[in-house]
């Protein structure tokens, strides 16, 4: 076991200096690579690496969080990436630490001009025995000004075996563009029964389409986490 998590770290730690080393010159000519590389306080390193193999059909390789209160951790994970259209894109994955299968898909349609319905659903089911949950989000996206918005609606995560009560949620996104490709995005979340959690993100666009930037914030049980992030 030991042996198996040294070959992790270094695994990782190899994709990250190839990823920071690298993308520079992969990132200059047209390439159907896109990668993300990124360490906090909290979620420690994490990456993920995708390949376009045309506009509709994609794959990606990953080590991070899943984002789930019950699935809690860094995990390898690899998916299948099908996007028809640019409202609709479905994925299907494994995740080979706790051997969960993944399947979800995302929505963003326009209802008018400055009104869009989006929502998204992800299904995690157990290789072999154990809870299924199901953690998804619906609600209305509306343009608030130059690159704001507001997201209004209700979201979730629950076990498909228990009762569930959707959150109801308003989000802000707010961005702005500073020159020499500079831009600050703020993300507050506010909970109808009062959960709070934030983000701030400051970023550079570089010319050879790098970006990097630096993101801090609290979760909604009030932890506050600082890192950086890499990605083309």
Not at 42 to 68: C, I, P, S, T, W
Not at 210 to 215: A, C, F
């Amino acid at each position: 076991m030991r042996k198996l998590g040294r070959l992790r770290v270094a695994l990782v730690g190899l994709l990250i200096w190839g990823a920071v080393f690298g993308v520079g010159t992969s990132a200059v000519a047209a390439t159907p690579w896109s990668g993300t590389v990124s360490y906090s306080l909290r979620d420690q390193a994490q990456f993920q690496v995708g390949y376009q193999l045309n506009e509709v059909v994609g794959f990606d390789l990953a080590y991070r969080d899943l984002g789930l209160q019950e699935l809690t951790g860094n995990r390898w994970q690899t998916r299948f990436l099908l996007t028809p259209g640019d409202r609709l894109a479905f994925q299907a994955g494994y995740d080979l630490t706790g051997e969960h299968y993944l399947v979800g898909g995302q929505a963003n349609v326009p209802l008018n001009q400055n009104i869009r319905l989006v929502s998204g659903v992800n299904t995690i089911l157990p290789a072999d025995k154990g809870a299924k949950y199901v953690d998804y989000l619906l609600g209305l996206q509306i343009g608030i000004g130059y690159n704001h918005y507001l997201l209004a609606g209700a979201q979730g995560e629950y076990n498909l075996q228990e009762d569930h009560e959707p959150e109801l949620f308003v989000e802000l996104d707010l961005n702005w563009r500073l020159p020499k490709g500079f831009g600050i995005r703020v993300q507050p979340h506010i909970g109808v029964e009062g959960n709070f959690h934030h983000q701030t993100t400051v970023f550079k666009a570089w010319p050879n389409k790098l970006e990097t930037g630096l993101v801090a914030g609290q979760d909604p049980d009030g932890q506050w986490d600082v890192g950086l992030f890499l990605r083309y």
